[in-house]
């Protein structure tokens, strides 16, 4: 009995560490997608800011420099995203 356990657990342990894999690969997309959000977010609410406390919209070159120097550094993500979400019948 234990042999047979041990040689369907050898024959699965390739499958197993290839799905383990992919799901790695996926909690980093979604970690990559979600600060991305968060950087457009804050795209958003430091001109908000801005002009709610009253500086000047010459201080939003800092922000928006910041939030293009991000993006930039991002799209690479964003980039592999797109091609991702294929599935695969077996």
């Known amino acids: 009995m234990d042999d047979d356990a041990e040689r369907m657990i050898a024959r699965l342990s390739p499958s197993i560490n290839r799905k383990c894999e992919e799901l790695q690969e996926k909690r980093k997309a979604l970690s ?9 977010v804050l795209m958003l609410a430091f001109p908000v800011a801005f002009l709610f406390f ?4 010459v201080l939003l070159v800092v922000p ?5 120097i ?3 550094m991002l ?3 964003l980039i592999n ?10």
Do not use: D, K
Not at 32 to 40: A, D, I, N, P, S
């Open 64 to 68: 928006v420099s910041f939030t293009a």
């Open 32 to 40: 990559g997608y979600r600060t991305f959000v968060f950087l457009c």
């Open 75 to 77: 799209s690479p993500i």
């Open 81 to 90: 995203q797109q091609g991702e979400n294929t599935y695969e019948h077996s």
């Open 70 to 72: 991000a993006f930039l």
């Open 54 to 57: 009253g500086f000047s919209l």
